[in-house]
């Protein structure tokens, strides 16, 4: 049974993470969630979600505090994580080895392991120091995956341009999804 570890940090834009929860459910692929405090509140700001009920869409959650999980070591599994978003402290902390809580650990855990490690990344303009932080996660042998739609398949809607997003961390991680319109579809 493939498991997905899915980080929601304190940046604009959790509906993805909040989407990717939802589409993994409907794929029956197991998840292990990580909320950070900023991404509980942000939430009730962007959302019609409450964190609790976000909670509820993940197989097994944990606390950013609790290293005793078991994403939180490399003998535990799971074909990779996906952080949506990804703030950019967060990506500081991953692109600099910096483990202080769980999320960037499971983070750590996939990099060490060679696991497939998705960072959609949320700000602009970026700084200097964001971008060498981007260069330095990439090395590290994270993908970067800025939260920038498209618009050549004409989305109609604010979820269509989710589901771009959250579609493409899917193809990332090799699951199979028809929930975005690939360039040359549809033509």
């Not at 074909?79 to 990804?86: D, H, L, Y």
Request: hydrophobic fraction near 40%; charged fraction near 20%.
């Amino acid at each position: 049974m493939v498991e997905i570890t899915v980080g929601i940090s304190g940046a604009s834009g959790v509906r993805y993470g909040i989407r990717l929860l939802e589409i993994l459910a409907e794929k029956g692929i197991k998840t292990h969630l990580i909320l950070t405090d900023v991404a509980n509140q942000i939430i009730e700001l962007e959302t019609d979600y409450t964190p609790s009920a976000v909670l509820k869409l993940a197989t097994w959650n944990y606390s950013p505090k609790d290293f005793s999980a078991p994403i939180a070591s490399g003998s535990y599994r799971t074909a990779g994580m996906v952080i949506a978003p990804c703030s950019m402290k967060t990506l500081g902390a991953v692109a600099n080895g910096i483990s202080d809580n769980l999320l960037t650990r499971a983070a750590e855990v996939c990099l060490k392991e060679e696991r497939k490690l998705i960072l959609m990344t949320r700000e602009t303009p970026l700084s200097l120091t964001h971008l060498e932080n981007m260069l330095q996660a990439k090395k590290a042998g994270a993908s970067i995956l800025p939260a920038c739609p498209c618009f050549y398949s004409k989305p109609k809607t604010l979820e269509d341009l989710i589901d771009i997003m959250v579609g493409r961390a899917l193809d990332m991680l090799g699951i199979e999804n028809c929930i975005y319109q690939r360039w040359g579809e549809g033509k």
